[in-house]
């Protein structure tokens, strides 16, 4: 795997589905069941196959890469920040809670498809089991910038906050919903820089007395929310979201 290809997956793969539908969620990172360099490059192998471009259907990319990632849609489990992201997909397009089972179903055939309603990308395009953990300085020889990862993610930011935005002016989506403001808080600069502007922080009372909250914006008739942490967010700061958003927009997104 020559650093030509891995550099060409950096700056353009950016994750799944449809860059023309209505819905988008911009998160950290991709998780890695192996965390290792052989996912990584099995990954490049699919994408290079697949298109190279932008984004790929999800489904198809993970069964083709067979290293653990593909078992939500061969077993059917919903996986922890997908089933977050189908929870708010179908309250916009349908006001309603899914159930379960509608969930399964809609994971195992809709999800991150290139004709959804939706597409799921990422910041930073590396995929890691956790936010701390890195697989790949050994691959400083060739590219510098990933012998640690606050290196890599300080070099490609750039880049990719750049590239986010061109993205987003282009193809327009009526809800941009970043998933997670950071630990302190430290990702809602990279949030701001793609929108052009700065995210309000929009308190939010919850049953457990402890509060909570999210932050939001509208600019260029794109409406931005940040959640603190999708994965654990309490169910009031998901509901404001949906009720602030249907209740400044024209008409219903498309199903």
Same mark, same amino acid.
């Given at each position: 795997?020559?650093?030509?290809?891995?550099?060409?997956?950096?700056?353009?793969?950016?994750?799944?589905?449809?860059?023309?539908?209505? $819905?988008?969620?911009?998160? #950290?990172?991709? *998780?890695?069941?192996?965390?290792?360099?052989?996912?990584?490059? +099995?990954?490049?192998?699919?994408?290079?196959?697949?298109s190279s471009k932008n984004t790929?259907?999800?489904?198809?990319?993970?069964?083709?890469?067979?290293?653990?990632?593909?078992?939500?849609?061969?077993? =059917?489990?919903?996986? @922890?920040?997908?089933?977050?992201?189908?929870?708010?997909?179908?309250?916009?397009?349908?006001?309603?809670?899914?159930?379960? #089972?509608?969930? +399964?179903?809609f994971q195992l055939n809709n999800?991150? *498809?290139?004709? @959804?309603?939706?597409?799921?990308?990422?910041?930073?395009?590396?995929?890691?089991?956790? +936010?701390?953990?890195? !697989?790949?300085?050994?691959?400083?020889?060739?590219?510098?910038?990933?012998?640690?990862?606050?290196?890599?993610?300080?070099?490609?930011?750039?880049? +990719?906050?750049?590239?986010?935005?061109?993205?987003?002016?282009?193809?327009?989506?009526?809800?941009?919903?970043?998933? !997670? @403001? =950071?630990?302190?808080? =430290?990702? $809602?600069?990279?949030?701001?820089?793609?929108?052009?502007?700065?995210l309000k922080k929009i308190n939010?009372?919850?049953?457990?007395?402890?509060?909570?909250?999210?932050?939001?914006?509208?600019?260029?008739?794109?409406?931005?929310?940040?959640?603190?942490?999708?994965?654990?967010? @309490? $169910?009031?700061?998901?509901?404001?979201? $949906?009720?602030?958003?249907?209740?400044?927009?024209?008409?219903?997104?498309?199903?």
């Amino acid at each position: 795997m020559n650093k030509e290809r891995i550099e060409n997956y950096i700056n353009n793969f950016y994750g799944y589905g449809n860059l023309s539908s209505q $819905i988008w969620f911009i998160g #950290i990172e991709e *998780g890695s069941n192996t965390n290792s360099i052989e996912e990584l490059y +099995r990954r490049i192998e699919v994408w290079e196959e697949l298109s190279s471009k932008n984004t790929v259907d999800c489904k198809e990319f993970h069964l083709k890469i067979k290293m653990g990632n593909e078992k939500p849609f061969t077993t =059917g489990s919903i996986q @922890a920040t997908w089933g977050r992201y189908i929870d708010l997909i179908i309250q916009l397009t349908k006001n309603k809670k899914p159930e379960k #089972i509608e969930k +399964r179903t809609f994971q195992l055939n809709n999800l991150g *498809g290139l004709n @959804a309603n939706h597409c799921m990308i990422e910041l930073y395009p590396m995929p890691c089991r956790d +936010r701390k953990s890195w !697989s790949y300085a050994q691959l400083r020889d060739d590219l510098p910038y990933l012998g640690n990862k606050t290196e890599y993610e300080n070099f490609v930011s750039d880049i +990719r906050v750049q590239n986010l935005k061109k993205l987003i002016n282009q193809y327009k989506p009526k809800i941009v919903i970043f998933n !997670s @403001a =950071g630990e302190k808080e =430290g990702l $809602i600069k990279y949030w701001n820089k793609i929108i052009g502007d700065n995210l309000k922080k929009i308190n939010v009372q919850t049953k457990s007395g402890k509060g909570d909250f999210f932050f939001k914006i509208y600019k260029d008739d794109v409406k931005y929310y940040s959640l603190h942490n999708l994965k654990y967010e @309490a $169910i009031e700061v998901k509901n404001n979201i $949906i009720d602030d958003f249907r209740n400044n927009q024209e008409g219903n997104l498309i199903d």
